[in-house]
């Protein structure tokens, strides 16, 4: 009988050991690439004539530089032609976690290439605190777009066909633009709406028409031009959050159609990214349990944690037969932390000082 039960307790410690020894091997993968978190900027072209004085090297660096301006871009306010400005090239290299080059040829004596760079997440925001600027989240967003031209002088109302922004807004981008623009189809109700209330049209909330569509965010884009003259009114609706702003544009030899939407979107596109800054100063410290024996929802939280922007880092503080202790730093609030989990399988207990998984 003795025998027996020495038997069963070294198989089981067996078990354990060999679990743990899994869960270790697992965690300690996933927390390291948690660690160097990265952006990744994928199929950026660099093109360079290919002559005596041709040098692979010299195309590395353009490439680099140019996925770090692709990149800040994306994650921040800044102006393009001012990015020279926060760095140099052996900063950048500094903050590449690695690159790959996915595909190149010659043709026509020019070498052609397409990179992937990938920057360390944790290193990037750390560089990009010391320089007082704080990045967002890079998150796309599917939104409604209702553009009204209105020629003052002429007392006309130009929609969907008529209305030259409607026709040629979505062929104008740029690879670090967030926003995708969903326009509205020429619904014959929805005109004779608008123009019902064009004397009123800064008033009018568009709530009849902007809830035929699925879609949550949206933007009202009233041009009202007077020669070559426009002055923009911007109603955003983003995150529930209504932001209405002001753009003045002269149409001329340098301001053309194009620029006038681009800068139209860069406007927008930054009052997306200010919706989503990470603010890096706020550490806030979250001590978080899960039960170790439910390897699912351990590899679940794992994968949470390592998608969300706001984590700028977490490890195992402990580990036993019965829980695995989490250190979490969050660049926000309890709440956002919280609310980050509201949509999925992960349910926090957070009555105790240290929050549990359940």
């Known amino acids: 009988m003795s025998n027996t039960i020495n038997k069963k307790y070294n198989f089981d410690n067996i078990i354990y050991i060999l679990f743990f020894f899994f869960i270790i091997i697992f965690i300690k993968f996933s927390t390291v690439s948690a660690k160097a978190n990265t952006y990744k900027i994928v199929d950026l072209e660099i093109s360079k004539p290919y ?10 660096d353009k490439a680099f530089e140019k996925a770090f301006e692709e990149l800040i871009l994306k994650i921040t306010t800044i102006e393009k032609d001012k990015i020279k400005n926060i760095t140099n090239l052996k900063s950048i290299y500094s903050l590449v976690d690695s690159f790959s080059i996915v595909d ?5 004596n020019k070498y052609v290439s397409k990179f992937d760079v990938e920057f360390n997440k944790k290193e990037l925001f750390n560089y990009l605190g010391k320089k007082n600027i704080f990045p967002s989240i890079p998150k796309e967003k599917n ?15 130009l929609l969907f066909s008529e209305n030259t922004f409607y026709v040629n807004w979505n062929k104008y981008n740029e690879r670090y633009f967030l926003l995708n623009y969903i326009l509205p189809n020429e619904d014959i109700e929805d005109i004779n709406l608008i123009k019902k209330n ?84 706020i550490k806030l410290p979250i001590t978080l349990s899960v039960n170790s024996k439910k390897y699912n929802l351990v590899k679940a939280l794992e994968k949470k944690l390592y998608n969300l922007d706001l ?18 730093i969050y660049n926000s609030t309890p709440d956002k932390f919280i609310s980050e989990f509201s949509n999925t399988n992960i349910k926090l207990n957070t009555t105790n000082t240290t929050w549990s998984v359940e």
């Open 311 to 328: 984590v700028s880092s977490y490890f195992i503080e402990s580990i036993s037969n019965e829980k695995i202790i989490y250190k979490i």
């Open 143 to 157: 939104l409604l777009l209702i553009p009204i031209l209105i020629n003052s002088e002429k007392n006309e109302v």
């Open 198 to 281: 064009i004397y009123n049209i800064e008033d009018y909330n568009f709530e009849e028409i902007v809830s035929k569509y699925e879609i949550d965010d949206y933007i009202i884009l009233i041009l009202f031009q007077k020669k070559n003259t426009f002055n923009a009114l911007i109603k955003s609706n983003l995150n529930n959050k209504l932001i209405i702003s002001n753009k003045k544009f002269n149409w001329d030899e340098k301001q053309t159609e194009k620029n006038i939407i681009k800068d139209l979107k860069f406007e927008l596109e930054n009052q997306w990214k200010k919706l989503n800054i990470i603010n890096v100063s």
């Open 104 to 108: 190149e040829k010659f043709a026509e």
């Open 51 to 60: 002559d005596n004085n041709f040098d692979k090297e010299k195309v590395i």
